[in-house]
């Protein structure tokens, strides 16, 4: 048992954030001792909220100097991510970064820069690898039910508008960015995580519902992106922020013995006798709200690396990186209607 304790301060107190405190808050080593926000918090307030004694602060500088923290959750404005874990690297603080870990590839590199340089541990909030049914189908495929995976697509249906916590400041191009970078980039991150290998190219069009609610969008709300890995494989993301329908993370996985639907397994090599799904029972990535999100896991995961002194596993800093160049190139493409390498990417970003 951990003898280790991290004492958390967050950056931004808004819907996130609250998710996070109550998964640090319930990690064996983890509590948030503080709290940054604009706004004037009380302190009663927030045990009332959360259980434990947090400090407010209306400094982020202030809140980094408080010797009772030693691990920030940076859950602010995405475009504040850059300086804010800059910051807080420079603190020497081990940090949990909220997605999107920065809006362009080149502060996504500065940040890693300076966790570099502070030799501080860094986690990115790519909190669906950590859930039952991606832990499930991961194994599934080390397995090798489904043999050689030579397709997936897995698709991001959310419909964010004013109903959802973030649509305020996610219309606007300086936060939201673009509909992979605000809410779809967990769907390309779990096709990488599931294909594996390095991806060589992508090519990307988007779209935009023409309904009043949508239309308030800076940028297009719906995007497909096809990508191509250098063993050959392809796969496909669609980011579609702009529908009305329940949240569905449409997931089909295609290999030499068998297939994969969301939670249902076929494989020859279960030598089945009728051609029909098997339905597994694992925990579904359906839902949108934070309170449902896997964070609890992924932040004791990370604990349990910096007790050990370990990089975080699954979504460190150096492997996030590579899907937000991902998803960067395909930006890029839909911008400018042509097929965009990885390489282009990192060289000129």
Same mark, same amino acid.
């Given at each position: 048992?951990?003898?280790?304790?991290?004492?958390?301060?967050?950056?931004?107190?808004?819907?996130?954030?609250?998710?996070?405190?109550? @998964? =640090?808050?319930?990690? +064996?080593? /983890?509590?948030?001792?503080?709290?940054?926000?604009?706004?004037? *918090?009380?302190? #009663? %307030?927030?045990?009332?909220?959360?259980?434990?004694?947090?400090?407010?602060?209306?400094?982020?500088?202030?809140?980094?100097?408080?010797?009772?923290?030693?691990?920030?959750?940076?859950?602010?404005?995405?475009?504040?991510?850059?300086?804010? @874990? =800059?910051?807080?690297? +420079?603190? /020497?603080?081990?940090?949990?970064?909220?997605?999107?870990?920065? *809006?362009?590839? #080149? %502060?996504?590199?500065?940040?890693?820069?300076?966790?570099?340089?502070?030799?501080?541990?860094?986690?990115?909030?790519?909190?669906?690898?950590?859930?039952?049914?991606?832990?499930?189908?991961?194994?599934?495929?080390?397995?090798?039910?489904?043999?050689?995976?030579?397709?997936?697509?897995?698709?991001?249906?959310?419909?964010?508008?004013?109903?959802?916590?973030?649509?305020?400041?996610?219309?606007?191009?300086?936060?939201?960015?673009?509909?992979?970078?605000?809410?779809?980039?967990?769907?390309?991150?779990?096709?990488?995580?599931?294909?594996?290998?390095?991806?060589?190219?992508?090519?990307?069009?988007?779209?935009?519902?023409?309904?009043?609610?949508?239309?308030?969008?800076?940028?297009?709300?719906?995007?497909?992106?096809?990508?191509?890995?250098?063993?050959?494989?392809?796969?496909?993301?669609?980011?579609?922020?702009?529908?009305?329908?329940?949240?569905?993370?449409?997931?089909?996985?295609?290999?030499?013995?068998?297939?994969?639907?969301?939670?249902?397994?076929?494989?020859?090599?279960?030598?089945?006798?009728?051609?029909?799904?098997?339905?597994?029972?694992?925990?579904?990535?359906?839902?949108?709200?934070?309170?449902?999100?896997?964070?609890?896991?992924?932040?004791?995961?990370?604990?349990?690396?910096?007790?050990?002194?370990?990089?975080?596993?699954?979504?460190?800093?150096?492997?996030?990186?590579?899907?937000?160049?991902?998803?960067?190139?395909?930006?890029?493409?839909?911008?400018?209607?042509?097929?965009?390498?990885?390489?282009?990417?990192?060289?000129?970003?």
């Amino acid at each position: 048992m951990s003898t280790k304790s991290y004492k958390t301060g967050v950056i931004g107190y808004g819907w996130a954030a609250t998710a996070h405190i109550d @998964a =640090i808050n319930g990690t +064996k080593q /983890g509590t948030v001792t503080a709290v940054y926000s604009s706004r004037k *918090l009380d302190a #009663a %307030d927030l045990k009332a909220a959360h259980g434990s004694d947090i400090k407010p602060y209306q400094s982020v500088n202030a809140m980094l100097a408080d010797p009772n923290v030693d691990t920030v959750s940076i859950t602010s404005y995405p475009n504040q991510h850059k300086d804010h @874990a =800059i910051a807080a690297a +420079k603190a /020497g603080k081990n940090l949990i970064i909220e997605k999107p870990l920065a *809006l362009s590839l #080149a %502060d996504c590199h500065a940040i890693k820069e300076a966790v570099d340089e502070a030799g501080v541990k860094a986690c990115v909030c790519f909190e669906v690898r950590f859930i039952s049914q991606f832990q499930s189908t991961k194994k599934i495929i080390e397995e090798g039910l489904l043999g050689d995976v030579h397709y997936g697509e897995i698709d991001y249906y959310h419909g964010i508008g004013p109903w959802y916590g973030q649509y305020r400041w996610n219309t606007t191009k300086e936060n939201g960015g673009s509909s992979l970078l605000s809410a779809g980039c967990h769907a390309l991150d779990a096709l990488l995580h599931c294909m594996g290998g390095d991806v060589t190219a992508v090519s990307s069009m988007a779209t935009q519902s023409t309904h009043e609610i949508f239309s308030k969008y800076e940028y297009p709300t719906t995007s497909v992106t096809l990508i191509k890995f250098a063993s050959g494989k392809v796969g496909k993301v669609a980011s579609v922020i702009d529908c009305f329908q329940p949240y569905y993370f449409h997931t089909h996985l295609v290999g030499s013995e068998g297939s994969l639907l969301d939670n249902k397994l076929y494989s020859s090599k279960l030598h089945l006798r009728d051609k029909k799904w098997t339905e597994l029972p694992m925990a579904m990535a359906d839902s949108g709200d934070v309170a449902d999100h896997p964070y609890q896991a992924q932040f004791q995961t990370f604990f349990d690396a910096l007790d050990k002194g370990e990089d975080m596993p699954l979504t460190s800093l150096n492997e996030s990186i590579k899907s937000f160049e991902v998803i960067f190139a395909a930006d890029k493409s839909a911008a400018e209607g042509r097929s965009v390498t990885i390489e282009e990417i990192r060289t000129d970003g």
